[in-house]
C-alpha cells in the first residue's frame, strides 16, 4: 500500500492512500454532495456504498484523504475509452466534503491519483469540468493541467444544456 501525507497548520496532517471497501460508504456520501450541488458532475441519482465497491472492484485507481480518521476527498481514475489505443488515458473525477472545501484536499487528493495512475503507467490524465465550477478550474491549472477545449452543449442537467471545459495533464511532465 502507498500513502502520501502533507502537513497543514490548522490541524494534524491529512493523508492520501488507496481506497479500501471500508471508505466505499464516505465516498459515497462525498459524491452525493457533488451531486446534489449540480456543479461537478451529470449525474443526478445517489451512489451507494455498493456502487462504490464496484469502482474498487473495477481495479482503476481510486485514492482518498483522511484528516484525522474520517475521509473528507477522493479521487478517481477509470478508463477513458475500452479501446487499446487509448489505454493509458485516465479520465479523473474529484470531490471533496462540502464542508472541508478550500482547505487542500483536492490537490491533496490529486496528487496521489496522479501519482498512482504514473505508476501504473497511465500517461494522460484527462476529464471535462462545468465553466462555472471555478474551484476545480482552479485545481486544475494549479496542478498544470491545461486547457484543451470546450464542449458545447455537451449534455442535460435539470433539463438545461451545460457546456464542458477539457482539460488534461500529460503525467510524464509532472509529479
Not at 462525498?30 to 472492484?57: K, Q
Request: proline letters at 3%; a neutral charge.
Amino acid at each position: 500500500m502507498w500513502t502520501s501525507t502533507r502537513t497543514r497548520a490548522s490541524s494534524a496532517s491529512p493523508r492520501s492512500r488507496a481506497a479500501q471497501a471500508a471508505d466505499a460508504g464516505a465516498i459515497a456520501r462525498v459524491y452525493n454532495e457533488g451531486i446534489e450541488d449540480r456543479l461537478a458532475t451529470f449525474e443526478t441519482e445517489p451512489r451507494s456504498a455498493d456502487d462504490v465497491v464496484g469502482w474498487l472492484d473495477a481495479g482503476f485507481p481510486l485514492v482518498v484523504v483522511e484528516d484525522g480518521h474520517e475521509v473528507v476527498a477522493w479521487a478517481s481514475a477509470p478508463p477513458y475509452s475500452d479501446r487499446k489505443a487509448y489505454e493509458g488515458v485516465r479520465d479523473f473525477s474529484v470531490y471533496v466534503a462540502r464542508e472541508r472545501r478550500g482547505h487542500g484536499f483536492g490537490k491533496l487528493a490529486m496528487e496521489a491519483l496522479a501519482a498512482e495512475c504514473g505508476r501504473r503507467g497511465y500517461w494522460k490524465l484527462v476529464s471535462r469540468v462545468f465553466p462555472e465550477n471555478q474551484a476545480s478550474l482552479a485545481l486544475c491549472r494549479a496542478l498544470g493541467f491545461r486547457d484543451v477545449g470546450v464542449y458545447h452543449r455537451h449534455a442535460k442537467l435539470d433539463g438545461e444544456w451545460r457546456d464542458c471545459l477539457i482539460v488534461e495533464l500529460l503525467l510524464s511532465s509532472s509529479f
